[in-house]
């Protein structure tokens, strides 16, 4: 009875053992299991990451370069824009500097002719207003009808023209010659053909005066203002 409960004793210890020992077995390699799935696993998520950041990489790059890309391209278009639009520039202001030339020369050949045409008719007046030798008859009917060619002659020219005068220019030439005009007409009624009299001496010394006093100054500052056109001399130099 003894040797059974022996047995039976050793085979329980046995199985406790064996038992025991499946159990140790068991849970060390499911460990080891783990171990290896978890440097596995880190293995897996370290080769993504770097699969990953290079794929990034070479994704930043390539949008760093189509950016370079285009930022060249857009200097490129932008350069050559802006070279066109000098050469409209250019073109345009050359345009602009014969037209303005054309005009300017076209100025300078009025105001020349304007001149001349006033001086021949200021000296027409002069000699038509004279007091010497200045009594009726036909001397005085030809002195009178060289004037009148003159101003004729003057305002065919002028009037025509007058856009390529300077506006302030053009306003002095218009009261001059107004003047002149006005001081002729009066000497041809209230003298020339007027009666002798106060009042003819009176209208004589005032276009005596006139002619040679008062038309110097203005030819003089009406000169100014040509010179001025012209270039030859500063608005701040006129006196």
């Known amino acids: 009875m003894s040797e059974l409960q022996?047995?039976?004793?050793s085979m329980a210890l046995s199985g406790a053992l064996v038992w025991i020992l499946r159990n140790m077995i068991s849970t060390r390699l499911k460990y080891a299991i783990k171990a290896e799935y978890d440097r596995d696993l880190e293995i897996h998520k370290a080769q993504l990451k770097a699969s990953?950041?290079?794929?990034i990489e070479k994704l930043r790059l390539d949008?760093?370069?189509?950016?370079e890309s285009h930022k060249a391209q857009l200097k490129f278009d932008s350069d050559i824009l802006v070279e066109q639009l000098k050469a409209k520039l250019q073109i345009t202001a050359h345009e602009r500097n014969t037209q303005y030339s054309k005009v300017f020369d076209k100025t300078l050949d009025v105001i020349a002719e304007v001149s001349a045409l006033l001086h021949t008719y200021l000296e027409a007046v002069a000699y038509y207003t004279s007091v010497w030798d200045n009594m009726p008859g036909p001397d005085m009917d030809a002195r009178r009808a060289k004037a009148g060619e003159a101003y004729a002659a003057f305002l065919k020219f002028y009037r025509p023209r007058r856009l390529f005068i300077p506006k302030g220019t053009a306003a002095q030439i218009d009261a001059f010659h107004g003047k002149l005009h006005s001081i002729s007409v009066d000497f041809m009624v209230g003298v020339d053909q007027g009666p002798r009299n106060a009042a003819h001496l009176d209208t004589w010394g005032k276009a005596y005066d006139f002619v040679s006093k008062?038309?110097?100054i203005l030819i003089e500052l009406l000169e100014d203002?040509?010179?001025i056109q012209l270039g030859m001399l500063h608005a701040e130099q006129k006196p």
């Open 225 to 227: 203002d040509f010179r």
């Open 214 to 216: 008062e038309i110097p």
């Open 6 to 9: 022996t047995i039976l004793s």
């Open 52 to 55: 990953s950041d290079l794929e």
């Open 63 to 67: 949008l760093a370069e189509k950016l």
